[in-house]
């Protein structure tokens, strides 16, 4: 399964135990409109981090939480192996 | 004060009860002719008034130690067998220790004690010795980081919840304990052996736990008592069947109503009870209903030497068992100006019963939020595929910490691990606020247990 994919199972798989309503997932989907809190989050980075062994948002300091979910799944997807 | 008032173990030791014994894998002691043996090479009155360390390898001979210098030294220490050796002289000189008895006299030639004494079997006879004092036994607490604190405490203390219960009904109980009994736990069933009449299996370090179970078995055990991890230990490894004890006691950590629920099933015909007991505070209370947590009648008036209250969610007790004082420098105040020690086990009131919620010291914190690890790990434990689970913290870059989990599952369940994890989430939805939801559940085959038979909480 593809980083992407993976990332939107996650998401899914969090919202129906968030009992979270998630509309279409588009790369333009801004983070806010998702329904997702913060600890909703922080599971989600929490779970791809133990499924893909990175988490983006620690290893670089400077790095801006994203926006978008595109911008998100391209954080996960630009993390160098 | 004259030996009349005074008493000591030699008092609960003679030759009219035949067939006691007290064993670990490798020997087996009779404790019916004791009175008149020696596992010490000490000349008679070379003890007296002395104030004595306890280090010796194992359990047997810690035991046979503490009968005889009860009642004829000043004080004993005990030393618990995974003791830091770092720590010694700083335990040496707060305890003015002058004497050690050891089974390794090579090692203490020149630490500069006064007396080294060697202990060893075989036993060699002597002349009973007779009660001079009141000796003071003296624990070291566990849980800590750096040297431990040492309590105080008196045989009356220790035994104050023994003589309570009073004998146990029937044929002499044959105790054991998954303890050391150099740890307060142990001691209070090393104690319950000895007053009671009854006889005594040591657990011995390294032996595998199926092996452990069936010499309890092969020996006849009828009482028995562990932490609840010790039990949850037991009950996934398959060994309990063939092993039917009269009476099950947990202590030490909380126990919750799965573990109390799992240990009433696979021993039908034994009693369950969880007791509450520190090594400051002694023992407060034990219960016996099948429940987890225990009846707020018992928090107010003074029960057998026992009060209790709770302040700022916090068990505070006064107690007749209460160890006396911290020994040397390092110990602080033990009781508040009243009396009371704060035990720093946090409890709820829910309904007409008070529940464990965790340490004071042990709260994990989600995003500014206290989470008592143990009240998450109570929920998870109810699946019935679940054994034993320990929450903790994970840090985030999103909300500073999140709850995560690790779960050890029963035999065969590892094909349904995707539902159980479900389920097990659904469960802590459904019980938990939020914050402290597990999230991520991690599935293990083992977690860690201290020396002291609790679950090891590293980042606690």
């Known amino acids: 399964m593809s980083v992407r994919l993976r990332v939107i199972a996650a998401m899914k798989q969090i919202a129906e135990e968030q009992q979270v309503k998630l509309p279409p997932l588009t790369d333009e989907l801004s983070l806010h409109e998702t329904g997702f809190d913060s600890l909703a989050f922080a599971i989600l980075v929490a779970r791809l981090e133990d499924d893909l062994g990175i988490d983006p948002f620690t290893i670089s300091e400077d790095a801006a939480f994203p926006l978008t979910v595109g911008d998100f799944v391209r954080a996960y997807e630009n993390v160098p192996a | ?460």
């Open chain 2, 1 to 460: 004060m004259s030996p009349r008032d005074v008493f000591a173990l030699r008092d609960y030791l003679g030759p009219q009860l035949k067939g006691r014994t007290f064993s670990d894998a490798r020997h087996v002691v009779s404790l019916t002719d004791i009175l008149s043996q020696t596992c010490l090479d000490a000349r008679p009155g070379e003890l007296s008034g002395r104030s004595v360390l306890v280090s010796v390898t194992g359990q047997l001979m810690a035991g046979l130690a503490m009968i005889e210098v009860d009642g004829i030294v000043r004080r004993m220490l005990l030393c618990p067998p995974d003791l830091n050796p770092d720590y010694l002289s700083a335990l040496i000189e707060d305890a003015e220790i002058d004497t050690v008895i050891t089974d390794q006299p090579e090692r203490w030639s020149d630490v500069g004690l006064a007396r080294v004494v060697t202990a060893g079997l075989p036993l060699t006879a002597t002349a009973p010795a007779q009660t001079e004092c009141a000796s003071e036994w003296l624990m070291l607490t566990s849980g800590t980081s750096g040297v431990p604190k040492i309590v105080g405490h008196t045989l009356e203390g220790l035994c104050g919840a023994i003589v309570a219960d009073g004998p146990a009904r029937g044929t002499p109980p044959v105790w054991a304990t998954f303890y050391d009994i150099r740890r307060y736990g142990g001691l209070q069933i090393f104690l319950r052996a000895i007053i009671g009449g009854g006889s005594m299996v040591l657990s011995q370090s390294g032996e595998v736990l199926a092996d452990h179970v069936a010499r309890l078995a092969a020996r006849g055990v009828t009482h028995i008592s562990g932490t609840p991890s010790h039990w949850r230990k037991l009950l996934m490894s398959g060994s309990a069947a063939g092993f039917a004890p009269r009476y099950v006691r947990l202590s030490g950590e909380i126990s919750d109503q799965a573990v109390l629920d799992g240990l009433a099933q696979a021993f039908p015909n034994a009693s369950v009870g969880h007791a509450y007991a520190s090594t400051e505070a002694g023992v407060g209370f034990a219960v016996n209903d099948g429940r987890e947590g225990f009846p707020a009648s018992l928090v107010g008036p003074n029960k057998n030497g026992v009060e209790m209250k709770v302040v700022d969610g916090s068990l505070r007790i006064r107690s007749t068992r209460a160890a006396h004082a911290y020994i040397g420098k390092r110990g602080g105040t033990l009781t508040d100006a009243e009396g009371f020690v704060d035990s720093g086990d946090m409890v709820e009131l829910r309904g007409d019963r008070y529940y464990f919620v965790g340490r004071r010291g042990g709260i994990i914190n989600i995003g500014g939020l206290k989470v008592h690890p143990e009240e998450i790990e109570a929920v998870i434990n109810r699946h019935a595929n679940v054994r034993m689970s320990r929450a903790k913290s994970r840090r985030s870059p999103i909300t500073g910490s999140i709850v995560v989990a690790d779960v050890i599952l029963t035999d065969g369940s590892a094909e349904r691990a995707k539902e159980i994890r479900e389920e097990i989430l659904a469960n802590c939805r459904a019980s938990l606020a939020s914050h402290k939801v597990p999230a991520v559940i991690r599935f293990v085959e083992a977690l860690d247990v201290t020396p002291a038979g609790k679950l090891a909480r590293s980042d606690a």
